[in-house]
């Protein structure tokens, strides 16, 4: 009695197997499916890793937007009116103290230093970015004081600064990171006028 | 067994007619490159509205420039630069008369249109005297630096004046 898986062999004997035609269709079908796949594959992780960025820098500038939003608007008073475009700004606060905001091109960081008003030696800067992103130190603190014989304005700040990631070499358009903050705020507590 | 002898006459066997598979195909073609056309459209859309919003905040950030330019000079240096001419405040608040380079074009206009920006009535006996302008800020994109700017643009305006 013949076993079944014989009968399974013989039309497999018979076959010629694949032609030279076939293989051709089916190395060319896998060179394109292949190449279509290795391509989604890299634009996902560009994407994933400028995603990463992006969220890094935003959350690094929008914490720094809010720590300098917060000290200048609870200010006591700005001295240095008319200021053109340091890259520092220093406040009295409501306390007397001094707080001094600065960006530095060095080190790529915001830093927010605080004095007291004794003769305690001041606190070393404390940076408000890490340093997963940096800041280029093109940043601006305007002190406005405007004319109040022609309008009754409070004191205000002009801000602006970019975020960029930490590896700044980058200039590849997919992974670069520049991110623009621009804000006036004004002394919430200013009585000057 | 009669199955597998069947197998066997491959030949015999009748598969689908060339009319058949053609008209596959073809429906095959037209939906995927319906859905495809589709696909590419919002891309482009969704391309479009995130530079529409850039281009608008960028031109926000004109105006508010040109308010802290007019509070920290005075709104005549302003008007010497941008009074019926493109001009172009940058980050550092100060007046170019020439637009930046990249994707964005950026100008700022001042013109002096009374009815839409009016100063007070019998403004003449104050002093100083109100001036009161409106300020256009224009933003266009292009797709990538070597390209001409299209007609796309994003424009906000408001008035400036130096009057309360």
Not at chain 1, 99 to 120: D, N, P
């Amino acid at each position: 009695m013949k076993l079944p898986i014989t009968t399974y062999r013989l039309p497999i004997k018979k076959t010629d197997g694949f032609s030279l035609i076939e293989l051709l269709v089916v190395v060319a079908l896998m060179g394109v499916i292949g190449t279509i796949v290795l391509q989604i594959t890299t634009v996902m992780f560009r994407s994933q890793g400028k995603a990463e960025l992006e969220k890094a820098a935003k959350q690094n500038g929008d914490l720094a937007m809010k720590i300098i939003e917060q000290t200048i608007r609870d200010a006591k008073d700005i001295v240095d009116c008319g200021s053109t475009h340091p890259t520092y700004i220093t406040v009295t606060n409501r306390d007397n103290t001094q707080t001094t905001l600065s960006c530095s091109a060095i080190s790529g960081q915001f830093t927010k230093q605080s004095i007291g008003s004794g003769a305690a030696a001041p606190l070393p800067p404390s940076p408000i970015t890490d340093t997963k992103v940096r800041i280029p130190g093109d940043c601006v603190f305007n002190v406005v004081c405007p004319d109040n014989s022609e309008r009754q304005t409070p004191k205000y700040v002009y801000v602006y600064f970019s975020v960029e990631q930490a590896n700044s070499a980058a200039t590849d358009p997919y992974t670069k990171i520049d991110l623009s903050y621009q804000e006036t705020i004004s002394l919430r507590t200013y009585m000057g006028y | 067994m009669k199955k597998l002898l069947n197998l066997k006459s491959c030949k015999a066997v009748k598969g689908q007619s060339l009319l058949e598979v053609l008209v596959g195909l073809s429906l095959l073609a037209v939906v995927l490159s319906s859905v495809l056309i589709a696909q590419l459209t919002a891309m482009k859309n969704a391309d479009n509205a995130r530079k529409k919003s850039q281009a608008t905040k960028l031109a926000q950030e004109q105006i508010e420039r040109a308010r802290v330019f007019r509070d920290f000079s005075t709104i005549d240096s302003l008007a010497n630069l941008c009074l019926n001419k493109t001009c172009y405040i940058n980050s550092r608040l100060e007046a170019l008369p020439v637009t930046p380079t990249g994707i964005y074009g950026q100008t700022l206009t001042l013109q002096t249109v009374g009815a839409e920006c009016p100063t007070p009535a019998g403004g003449a006996s104050l002093n100083p005297t109100p001036v009161s302008y409106k300020a256009t800020a224009v933003t266009t994109w292009r797709k990538n630096e070597a390209q001409p700017f299209p007609a796309l643009e994003a424009t906000v305006s408001s008035c400036i004046s130096n009057w309360r």
